[in-house]
């Protein structure tokens, strides 16, 4: 039997006092879950959100992983890329799985709105140019290789 342990809650960086510093902060916490059993971990939105502060529900770079210096911040409220894939390694290392959480249809608004030129209507969808597998109607591409954009 399996045992997957929910790695947040709401706003847990914030009340943790652990801005930015979330994923840090699990790493650690990796031994000791091993050893009591948890085999999987269920982690909060890895991407960038509309504001430094935001729990990720409200994406606004599917492809900002804590990278890049977009509203407001580099590190997202759990922290950056590096720090993520430390966490993802430490997790392997002792045979914890990772599932993420994250909601595809949501959409904070990015930018600006632009114009979708499969069907001419105006949405909050502009992702950045490194975005070359997610397609303009909002459906992910499942094709290697195919270029998107």
Known sequence: MAVMMQAFYW???VREN???EWWNFLAEKVPQLAASGINSLWLPPFSKAANPTSNGYDP???F????FNQKGSVKTLYGNRAELENLIQVMREHEIGAIADMVINHNSGA???ETNPLDGKK??????Q???????TGTLS????????
């Open 123 to 128: 949405r909050w969808t502009r992702f950045p």
């Open 142 to 149: 499942i094709r290697a290789g195919m270029n998107m954009r």
């Open 11 to 13: 706003d847990a960086p």
């Open 64 to 67: 900002d992983l804590g990278e």
């Open 130 to 136: 490194r975005a070359e597998s997610f397609h303009a």
């Open 60 to 62: 606004y770079d599917y």
């Open 18 to 20: 652990k801005c930015g």
């Open 111 to 113: 930018d600006e709105e």
